[in-house]
Every structure is written in C-alpha cells, then in structure tokens.
C-alpha cells in the first residue's frame, strides 16, 4: 500500500462517517421541522364572475401542469367566485391581496375592478382592446402591472362575414348586434362594415349598452330591434355581455329564423348556428406560460401582450337543421368541430 493511499484513507473514513451522521439527523428531525427546508408553495388569486364549473379554469390547471407545477404542493390557487356586482368584487380582490397572493388571474368585469389596485400584478384574458381599456400602454409594450391576452382581432372580424356569406349565400341583409360598452368595439364594427360592404351586404348596426355589473341593460330592446330590421342573418360581437346572455341570443336567432354568426365556440354551444375565432380554453392554457415567467421574476410591464394566431370554424348542425339551411359542404370540410 503507497503511502498516498495510506494518508487518504483516514480523510475517506471522515467523509463516510459524516455522511452517516447527516442521513441519521435528517431522518431523526421532526417531519415539521423537515418541511420547514422546503419552499412555500406560490399562491395565484383566481378573480371571476362565471359561473362554475369553470372551463377557464381547468385550461389554467392545465397549463400549469405543462410547466411543472403540482397544486397543492408548488402551486395554491385562491379561487374567488365573487356575485356580479362591485361590492362584491371589490371584497373579493380585497381578500385576495390580504392572502398574499403573487399574482392575480381575472377576465371580464374582475379586470375593471382591478384597475385601482396598483400593488399586485394581473394577467388577463380580454375580448377587447387593453389600451382602449386603459390596463396597458400598448401591445407590445404594456408598462404596467398588467399583462396577458386580447381576443381582439379586425381581420377576423371581416372574416366571420365572409364565412356567413358563403355559408347563406343569399344573404342581402345583416343585423350586427354590438355592446357599445366594450373597448375597441368601435374598430370591430368598422372592420365588420367594411367587410359586409364589399360583399354587397346592407348592415344594420344594432348598439345597446350594458355596463358589466348591469343585469338587465338595454339587450332586450336591441333584440327587439332587431326583429324589426327583418335581417337576412345576425352577426353578434364577442364580449363579456353577450357571452353571458349567450343562450337567450340563440334562442332569439332561432325563433327569427335568423342564421347567427359569433366569435367563441361557446355561442355554438348554446344553440347558435356558426362561430369563428380563438379558443378561449386555449388561452387560458396559455396564459399559463405567463404565470410561470411572473414567478420566476418577470414583470408584467415588460411581457407583451398576446393575440391568438389559431383560430376555429364551428358550426352548430342541429340549429343549420331546425333554420331549414343546408350548408355547403366547402364550410362542413373547413369546419374544426361540428355540433349535432
């Protein structure tokens, strides 16, 4: 034995003896004391006035998941179903913040009340436009302590009326039911007349007003207008209001005998005829690439806004069959998802 091996083995029987004692401490430590070494899960508030269960919800989950994060052990979501109206949203981001919550992820009415809390970051998904909002400076640059993803798209605007046309193609006449109340709509509509006026299509801009808290607003009188302009079909604007009332708008359409067009596949769902645009269950997945920059330090000021770049075609071909309409087989062949 060379004498090298002869001095490295007292320094060889040290580190053994070491190490045994740290595995038999840990193992003696209280489990109390042993979770104690372990990181404090994040906490994300979860703010919305839809109505459970909650599809949005669980394409978070989901992504979450695709970044590693387990609820319960690295991630707590605080989840707030606060009723529809101020008082109780504002007590809702109240207690949020009293539970110390990284982040906030809202949409629709949640994200107005948070306009005035300045001290905790919010990422979002809005039909709308964020800057018309006055939650971000621009797109690509938002500056503040929001971030997240708009569904508002003027080419796809243009687009739903191509795809009525060739799907009604007598179509002569269109009622373009819009909330005022919501921002960029005036762009939407722009982009949905131009559209209409290059098809040869007399649009009937039907507006109504209803603030997000409203309950009743002026839809009824709209829809009532509606009627009265004898379209040949109705295109409906995607946002918040009509979202909500999106199953008395079907039946509407229905009873008219009116083809509809919207902007979610959630419209189709409850009864009305076509939609195209995003997915909003998508964005929610994605909005989950967001949550984990924010916990790894990035700011919302510097994430730039999102616009969704796929977009899906539905068609709903048990009202096509109660309208009495036959659609071209060209739109069922594009069509992503078809309902019987």
């Not at 060739?166 to 909330?179: C, F, G, H, K, M």
């Not at 995607?238 to 083809?259: D, S």
């Not at 967001?290 to 000021?301: C, E, I, N, T, V």
Request: hydrophobic share 45%; glycine share 8%.
């Amino acid at each position: 034995m060379t004498p090298r091996l002869l001095t490295a083995i007292p320094k060889l029987m040290t580190l053994r003896r070491r190490a045994l004692l740290a595995l038999v401490t840990t193992a003696l430590l209280p489990r109390a004391a042993r979770a104690q070494r372990a990181p404090a899960p994040h906490r994300i508030g979860w703010l919305s006035t839809e109505q459970q269960p909650d599809p949005f919800l669980d394409g978070f989950r989901e992504g979450l998941r695709k970044h590693g994060y387990v609820e319960g052990q690295n991630v707590i979501l605080e989840l707030r179903y606060p009723a529809r109206n101020l008082e109780a949203l504002q007590a809702a981001v109240t207690d949020l913040m009293q539970s110390r919550v990284a982040f906030i992820v809202a949409s629709g009415p949640a994200i107005r009340v948070l306009k005035a809390a300045k001290d905790v970051s919010v990422l979002f998904v809005v039909s709308g436009d964020p800057v018309e909002l006055g939650v971000a400076k621009s797109l690509a640059h938002p500056g503040g302590n929001f971030t997240g993803s708009t569904f508002l798209s003027l080419e796809i605007a243009g687009k739903r009326i191509e795809l009525l046309k060739q799907t009604v193609p007598e179509l002569r006449t269109l009622a373009a039911l819009s909330n005022t109340d919501h921002p960029g709509e005036s762009s939407e509509r722009r982009a949905t007349e131009a559209a209409a006026q290059a098809l040869g299509i007399t649009l009937t801009y039907v507006p109504f007003r209803q603030f997000p808290f409203d309950t009743t607003g002026e839809l009824d009188g709209a829809l009532d207008a509606v009627r009265r302009a004898r379209p040949n079909a109705m295109v409906v604007f995607p946002e918040g209001a009509t979202m909500v009332n999106r199953v008395k708008i079907a039946q509407f359409a229905v009873a008219q005998r009116l083809p509809s067009m919207f902007g979610w596949s959630e419209y189709c769902d409850a009864g009305g005829l076509m939609s195209y645009g995003a997915n909003q269950r998508a964005a929610y997945v994605r909005l989950a690439a967001f949550a984990d920059k924010l916990l790894h330090g990035a700011k919302p000021a510097d994430l730039p806004i999102e616009q969704p770049t796929r977009f899906e075609l539905v068609l709903n071909l048990g009202t096509a069959k109660r309208l009495g309409i036959t659609i071209p087989q060209s739109i069922v062949l594009r069509t992503d998802r078809l309902i019987e």
